[in-house]
């Protein structure tokens, strides 16, 4: 029988691995590539390739990226080296920074974040329809 106190009890709480997202603490050094169908937080040391192109990646103040990088959402508090490509939006906050390439729909820098990159901003277009076909005028 269904009992509101398991209810209670199997709620989610951050950070629970079932909540989908992960956290790499800031002794986590990984060297290769990540590829996760979650949201991911990193405080720690990163080298080689990050791909999460539907998901968002904070990179905390802790952090250390050197790496290329896929997402939809990016937010870097700490240091990022590489190309950046996110679908929907790069956030760099403030004591943040990113260094290289980006690729981005939007970017959002605040206040005391540090930009050193070739930016280009994208905005992915949904088709409206088909487009009407342009009556040609008549070749006598």
Known sequence: MWNQEDARQKQVQPGDASDGRAHFGRSIFIK???????????????????????????????????ADITVRV??????????????????????????????????IVQDGANVNAKVETK???KPKGKAKPEALPSVA
């Open 123 to 125: 905005v992915e277009s």
């Open 74 to 107: 990016a937010t870097a508090l700490g240091s990022v080296v590489g190309n950046v490509i996110a679908h929907e939006k790069l956030d760099v906050r403030q004591g943040g920074s990113v260094e290289g390439t980006v690729s981005c729909g939007r970017l």
């Open 32 to 66: 290769g590539e990540i590829k996760a169908s979650e949201d991911l937080t990193i405080d720690g040391t990163v080298e080689g390739r990050i791909n999460l192109p539907n998901h968002v990646l904070t990179v905390g103040p802790n952090a250390t990226i050197m």
